[in-house]
């Protein structure tokens, strides 16, 4: 994640086209015209791997500056390892990670949390 990361940086699409797993292996052709996105800041905020030995996921967030407003590209992004390469595969999800609650929600039959006696059924799930 890193090297594509500073590929950006440094302009070397060649690189960037070499380590995305639809295009590697495929005859470089290099596009008219600069990206408009200055890339300044790289935080990866995870990895894991998978049960299949050949993939795994970095959640990172990207920074950069477009006609000079930060902007930021949060992603998961799966890798693959390919002849002993990692490639770029896909991205997995787009934006932060979704919100999970600290707490479990009680069950229909259990005591409301809100410590009333009551079944949460009848007390506080109806206010839900």
Not at 28 to 42: N, R
Not at 51 to 67: L, M, N, R
Not at 79 to 106: D, I, M, Q, T
Not at 114 to 123: I, V
């Amino acid at each position: 994640m890193r090297a594509r990361f500073s590929a950006h940086v440094t302009h070397n699409f060649k690189f960037l086209h070499d380590t995305y797993r639809p295009t590697a292996g495929k005859p470089y052709v290099a596009e008219e015209g600069e990206p408009t996105m200055k890339w300044t800041k790289l935080v990866v905020h995870g990895h894991e791997t998978s049960s299949d030995d050949g993939k795994a996921f970095v959640d990172f967030s990207a920074y950069g500056t477009e006609e000079g407003v930060e902007k930021v590209l949060h992603e998961k992004a799966e890798f693959l390892r390919v002849n002993s390469a990692w490639l770029y595969n896909r991205e997995a999800r787009l934006g932060p990670a979704p919100y999970k609650a600290a707490v479990p929600k009680p069950g229909r039959n259990e005591p409301c949390p809100c410590g009333s006696g009551k079944k949460y059924k009848h007390c506080c799930l109806l206010k839900a």
